[in-house]
């Protein structure tokens, strides 16, 4: 089962959960498991700075769609098709 996509959960939209409530259970749940999952996939639900705190204090490598807003975020999006950003402010 080396390099394999699996989804390991799924939680129903509850109006009074946030985004970043939703990550944090499923966080913990990552923690439990008997395999090392290596990179978290999320949707562009997940893009606040909440979310990206909780990724990076529980230090996943993570992939989530950026909504492009702000002249700053723009100009480096406009440079390629990927891109790492160690620190930027919404």
């Given amino acids: 089962m080396k390099n394999k996509r699996f989804t390991l959960a799924v939680s129903p939209s509850v109006t009074r959960r946030t985004a970043s409530d939703v990550l944090a259970e499923f966080l913990g749940l990552l923690e439990h498991f008997e ?29 989530v769609p950026v909504i492009s807003w702000g002249k700053e975020i723009k100009r480096e999006l406009a440079t390629g098709w990927s891109r790492e950003i160690a620190e930027w402010s919404a």
């Fill in 35 to 63: 395999f090392d999952v290596k990179t978290v996939y999320l949707d562009s639900g997940f893009y606040d700075g909440k979310c990206l705190t909780l990724l990076q204090v529980h230090n996943f490598a993570y992939i």
